[in-house]
């Protein structure tokens, strides 16, 4: 019997700091600057004491000359210098070093002022990445034209190509936790960085959020980016956090699939959901084992949990607002007979037959309870023809993670052995077995 769990935390606000805490570590990338840094700091320093935020100030550069470091030191500022050269390799230096609860980015030319960091301070609670945008209702920018074009189209590119609802995925204005940034493994050198952070960190499951503010050009100095080089860095990034947006791994893989421009896709999953909504309601709180981010979970009754053993995919579930557990179909971290009904929706395929997560859904489900499987039914030609076109257009993708291989008639043998009454047995597409079975009480 087992009898204790730990519940997904909700997202926290942050509350008072802890003796010696630093709550921001700001991390500012220069290239020279010391014009500007000389600018910038005082004012930083400055708002960041009057909102009694505990921080550090940290200066990235590649090669610091006299003036950088003087302006540095004379502001309380730590200034690292980064041997590799580029915007991503600096922001990575700074993330290695930043001891905060929070990671604030900011540009040393100006452009972002630094009275916005009450905005983004304020709204921390709402989201785990802020980002201060150009392009939402409220904000404002003053670019050169060209500049205006090319950087539309490039956040248009990526928000719409990698279906991430951020309009300006180029701003590198941002605060996050520092837990967001711990769990990304970030390759990229330049500015390229700020998109593979967004796409990261989405597929992990973290909460991303836009601010809109007013954006306005460097006062001194010339901008270090280059059209040429910046276009080949985006188009070998895009291509590779494709591939990564597009796996089965990323925590909204379910819940995107139902809003998908693939027709085929998005009504597979719309009847999914409409099936399984039908066949868990009036049964009382219900365990949802394998959760994923199927919008299943939205149907839930009260009292229900959700539970998945991939941490991403719970941080994503949090939008829903059902009680969420990390834990294994195999080993789940309740009592006997707890809940009224148990769903288990496309899971027992990816787990070996004989790690007996049948029995343990049936452990948790209480006498009279109704048990609610779906898998793919491997005896209909039907399964089998999707199964080969999925597998055929998408070479080792979620096909293959089919390791056991389920048959209706086996499943009702099995359940009919054991006292189950069957209640209903529904097919998604003539392929995907849906079954209701009943406990004897």
């Known amino acids: 019997m087992r009898q204790s769990f730990s519940l997904f935390p909700a997202r926290q606000s942050g509350g008072a700091p802890g003796p010696g805490t630093v709550q921001v570590s700001v991390i500012i990338p220069a290239l020279g ?52 050269v580029g915007y991503g390799a600096a922001l990575r230096c700074g993330f290695a070093r930043a001891g905060g609860e929070y990671v604030l980015t900011m540009d040393a030319d100006l452009s972002h002022p630094a009275r916005f960091i009450e905005r983004l301070w304020g709204a921390r609670g709402d989201a785990d990445v802020l980002i201060a945008s150009r392009y939402v209702p409220g904000a404002s920018y003053r670019m050169p034209i060209l500049r205006t074009v090319l950087s539309r189209a490039l956040n248009l590119v990526f928000s719409r190509g990698l279906d991430l609802r951020v309009r300006d995925m180029s701003s590198g204005f941002r605060l996050y936790r520092a837990r967001v940034l711990e769990s990304l493994d970030l390759e990229s050198s330049d500015f390229a960085v700020l998109q593979e952070i ?33 276009g080949v860095s ?37 009847r999914r959901c409409r099936e ?41 579930a949090r939008r829903y607002g059902i009680l969420l557990a990390q834990a294994a179909g195999t080993a789940l971290p309740f009592r006997d007979a707890t809940f009224p009904c148990v769903l288990c929706s496309q899971v027992i395929e990816h787990v070996p037959k004989d790690a007996g997560m049948l029995e343990e859904l049936e452990r948790v489900l209480a006498p009279g309870g109704k ?39 086996e499943l009702l043998s099995r359940f009919r052995d054991r006292g189950y009454a069957v209640e209903a047995v ?3 597409a003539r392929g995907e077995l849906i079954m209701k079975v009943r406990k004897p009480g």
Not at 235 to 249: G, H, V, Y
Not at 371 to 394: M, Q, S
Request: hydrophobic share 40%; aromatic share 8%.
């Open 198 to 230: 967004l796409v990261k960190a989405h597929c992990q499951g973290w909460g991303i959020r836009e601010v809109p503010f007013e954006y306005r050009p460097r006062l001194h100095g010339a901008s270090h980016a280059r059209i040429i080089a910046f």
């Open 371 to 409: 048990l609610i499987i779906g898998t793919p039914d491997y005896a209909r030609w039907e399964w089998r023809v999707t199964e080969a076109a999925y597998r055929r257009a998408l070479p080792g993708a979620y096909a293959d993670e089919h390791i056991s291989r389920y048959t209706r008639d």
């Open 33 to 84: 600057e010391a014009e500007n840094l000389a600018a910038l700091l005082p004012e930083l320093r400055d708002r960041l004491v009057s909102l009694g935020i505990s921080h550090e100030i940290l200066v990235v550069d590649h090669a610091p000359d006299a003036a950088v470091a003087a302006v540095a030191d004379a502001n309380g500022a730590v200034l690292l210098e980064e041997p590799r």
């Open 426 to 428: 529904r097919y998604v």
């Open 276 to 316: 399984v909504a039908d066949l868990i309601a009036g049964e009382g709180p219900t365990l949802d084992v394998g959760c994923g981010s199927s919008r299943s979970i939205a149907t839930l009754p009260p009292g229900s949990v959700a539970v998945d053993i991939l941490l991403r995919k719970l941080r994503y």
């Open 234 to 270: 985006y188009a070998r990034t895009f291509r590779a956090l494709c591939r990564m947006r597009n796996s089965t791994q990323s925590a909204d893989y379910d819940g995107r699939a139902f809003d998908s421009v693939i027709p085929v896709q998005r009504l597979w999953q719309r």
